[in-house]
Structures are given as C-alpha cells and as structure tokens.
C-alpha cells in the first residue's frame, strides 16, 4: 500500500482529532496531495490539498477548523482537526498525486493513489 492512514475515531462535538497518513513508493514524490471525506450516502468530497511547496487549499466548511500539513523528511501528510462536528462524521481518506494541485484538486478523478481510509465519528 502507497497511502495508510491512521487516526481516526470517535469524539464529541467541539472536540479534535488528528489524522496521519504514512506515504511510501510512488507517492513520496508526490506534487499533490490531500485529504478526501464520504459520508452514507454522500459522494467524496475534497477537505484540503497541499503541494510540494507547501500551498494548502481548504474547503469551506473547514476553513479555520481543520490543518493540512506534511513532513517531507518523514513522507507523512497530517490533518488536524478541531471545533468538529457532527457533519465531520465521514472516513477520511489520503490521496496522491505526481500532477500539479492545480491539475487534479477539486476532483477526486484527479488523484491517482489512495489510502482505505480511517474512520471519524463525531457526536452530540
């Protein structure tokens, strides 16, 4: 596996967690990477990109609550996530790609390699 993710779990509302996701092979040369979201029933939805030099992309709904970031020394991409919701609950996925975050974000057609995602429940 090129992408596993760890971190998840439950947690009452208002309260944070921190998702890591553990980079290997092909993807340590990644330009883009990210962090994707689906909920029951829902399509996957982007969270936050960040690229080689670090520029992050937020989705709204998470701007001022949720940090993207990446040990390059340690091929690792966090997310860490506070004031949660109830609407947070999802699984969490890492994704990769060689392209530019230009390119691919927005879409998750746009990555090529992915994690199997970790688990966040939130409740309250």
């Known amino acids: 596996e090129h992408l596993v993710e760890s971190g998840g779990g439950s947690v009452q509302a208002g309260g944070s967690l921190r998702l890591s996701c553990a980079a290997s092979?092909?993807?340590?040369?990644?330009?883009?990477m990210a962090w994707f979201r689906q909920a029951p029933g829902k399509e996957r939805e982007e969270v936050a990109t960040i690229d080689r030099n670090g520029r992050t992309r937020y989705a709204d709904f998470v701007k001022g609550r949720f940090t993207i970031s990446q040990d390059k020394v340690k091929n690792t991409l966090t997310l860490q996530m506070k004031s949660l919701k109830p609407e947070d609950t999802a699984t969490y996925y890492c994704a990769a790609d060689l392209a530019l975050c230009s390119v691919v974000q927005g879409s998750p057609l746009g990555f090529e390699f992915w994690g199997r995602g970790t688990q966040v429940t939130v409740s309250g």
């Open positions: 092979g092909d993807t340590v040369n990644s330009y883009c």
